[in-house]
């Protein structure tokens, strides 16, 4: 994990108070960026990433050497055409890819974090992630755009900021965090904390990871991410590398093997107590709340033009979740179109190869740019 | 562009606030929108006809309009349009009380059932019609409840709603329909366009 030396990182002086009460300052933003700022400084897409992803949109990531995690969708020709625009990507606060987060040290004791690291919200986030715009002397984006946890940071972020992003594509996400989401991620939390090389937030002094915790935590939230069709199809009972059961407790199935993969290799490129707080931040997200049980309030007034889409397979943010904050916005008279796509490949649709889905951004993003354009 | 359109648009008011419920694959929307008002938004059941009318840069939301124009408050539109799909809806009545709350006005176009196309088919065929502009089976078609002209005219009675401008639409000619020429207007015209208020 001492690979990341070399990454783009913005220090922000500015303090920022967090909701949890504290204030921190000169704090490391890391984030990458992808196509030309324009001269207008008008061609720029914000890209906020869900709860494991990273600041490498596409293209290959320096660290763990495999594809950007939306490569189908950002890149030269694709549906936020790098070509065209300008993408910006920060790892979020209290993440594990450079941004200021649990595995910094803390100067007070020359220790890493760990839980002492302050609790952070999607609010916070987004409060963090708009100095990049200072940063790039851009005044406003042409949109923000992001799935799940990202989607959420896409509600947040035009509620903060209603003047800074023309457009708005919240995806697969919610306006607050439903009792099963939180149930899930609870899930999470516990067996990274069972396991006994977490040390209460403290295994990296004793050069330790809790692995099997956060592996575990992984494949939990990696079976919420897919849908029962989808699975089904890909591995129903299909065993692995044998012809018949083993009557033990080895991946018989292939649908184990293939679990316990996506386990080993998340730990490999994501802290545990990262998780524990990004994962924290999704459920305390409850953008409804904050606006004293009236959703449409988060947007009053707003200049933004919003398109939301949900997956028809995705039960962990389902439609109807999607189309609340699509009411709130028409409860307001906001410009907002919302389409669900079809897909059975569940909540993750958003990052995989779903050409509905790739063609509908495409045609937002393009037709909105040229319509921009066309009144200046 | 139809003739139908042309008339709706000369119906709204420049720069007005627009709701087009059923819009289908935006023909309307971007006709109105070049020539009446940016400010419009559909409505539309079909994913793949969503889809299109992204693609022509128009903001559009996926849903049904018996059950999603209640997200909208009242008046929420200058104009709301119903273009030839009053017949297709389960409860028509509920539909027509919503589109008269979300919009200060209305405009709702139906194939008219009187025709004399229609009725001579029934007569003489004694089978369900099928003419151009109703080209289903009885048990395939979405028009599950067809109405003529005279039906809508009494329909507002029924209702309570006010009908300001009613239109028939005749080999792409138009003519006013009032109380003297109903009966012919409900045997010749082809298409009813009327403007209504709650």
């Known amino acids: 994990m001492n690979t990341k030396a070399n990454l783009k990182t913005l220090i922000i002086d500015k303090p920022l108070k967090l909701d949890c009460g504290q204030t921190i300052s000169n704090f490391p933003l890391a984030y990458e960026t992808f196509g030309t700022l324009n001269a207008n400084k008008d061609n720029a897409i914000l890209v906020c990433h869900a709860l494991t992803g990273d600041q490498f949109v596409t293209g290959i990531n320096p660290i763990t050497k495999k594809d950007g995690w939306w490569t189908y969708a950002v890149g030269p020709n694709k549906s936020i055409d790098t070509n065209k625009y300008f993408v910006i990507c920060a790892n979020v606060l209290g993440g594990c890819m450079g941004s200021f987060g649990p595995s910094h040290e803390n100067p007070k004791t020359k220790k890493m974090y760990g839980t002492d690291f302050p609790v952070i919200t999607i609010n916070d986030i987004v409060n963090a992630q708009v100095n990049l715009l200072d940063f790039f002397g851009i005044d406003k984006l042409f949109s923000v755009v992001g799935g799940s946890m990202g989607g959420m940071q896409v509600l947040q972020f035009v509620s903060n900021f209603p003047d800074k992003a023309r457009t708005a594509i919240p995806i697969a996400c919610t306006s607050n965090h439903s009792a099963q989401n939180i149930a899930f991620n609870e899930l999470g939390r516990q067996a990274i904390t069972a396991d006994h090389n977490w040390l209460d937030g403290n295994y990296n002094s004793k050069n330790t990871v809790p692995d099997k915790g956060l592996a575990v935590a992984r494949m939990a939230a990696h079976i919420t991410y897919l849908s029962k069709k989808g699975l089904q199809e890909k591995f129903g009972r299909k065993l692995q590398e044998r012809d018949d059961l083993k009557f033990g407790f080895d991946a018989d199935f292939q649908i184990e093997s293939y679990l316990r993969y996506q386990g080993s290799v998340f730990v490999d490129r994501f802290d545990a107590n990262s998780y524990l707080y990004i994962t924290r931040a999704m459920d305390y997200f409850d953008l409804v709340k904050q606006f004293n049980g009236n959703l449409s309030n988060a947007f009053k007034n707003t200049k933004t033009k919003f398109f939301v889409i949900s997956f028809t397979s995705d039960w962990l943010y389902p439609t109807q979740e999607n189309k609340e904050i699509v009411i709130a916005l028409n409860a307001i008279n906001a410009n907002v179109g919302f389409v669900e796509i079809e897909s059975d490949k569940g909540h993750d649709s958003f990052l995989l190869d779903v050409p509905d889905f790739l063609k509908a951004i495409k045609n937002f993003l393009d037709k909105s740019y040229a319509e921009n354009y066309n009144e200046n | ?198």
């Open chain 2, 1 to 198: 562009m139809k003739t139908e359109y042309k008339i709706i648009a000369n119906i709204i008011e420049n720069n007005s606030s627009i709701l087009d419920v059923g819009c289908d694959d935006g023909t309307l929307m971007e006709f109105l929108k070049a020539n009446k008002s940016t400010n419009i938004r559909g409505i539309e059941i079909s994913k793949e006809k969503v889809q299109t009318c992204i693609a022509k840069g128009l903001t559009v939301i996926e849903g049904n309009a018996e059950f999603d124009l209640k997200q909208f408050p009242n008046d929420s539109f200058d104009y709301v349009v119903l273009g030839q799909t009053l017949q297709a809806f389960v409860n028509p009545e509920l539909v027509i009380k919503e589109l008269l709350r979300v919009g200060k006005k209305t405009i709702i176009t139906i194939p008219n059932f009187g025709h004399w196309r229609v009725r001579l088919n029934l007569l003489i065929k004694g089978t369900m019609p099928i003419t151009n502009s109703l080209p289903h089976n009885w048990y395939n078609t979405p028009n599950i409840h067809m109405c003529t002209i005279k039906d809508f005219v009494k329909f507002s009675e029924i209702i309570g709603f006010k009908i300001f401008k009613s239109l028939a639409l005749k080999n792409k000619k138009i003519s006013n329909i009032n109380n003297s020429n109903l009966f012919l207007k409900n045997l010749f015209g082809e298409l009813g366009i009327f403007l209504i208020e709650k």
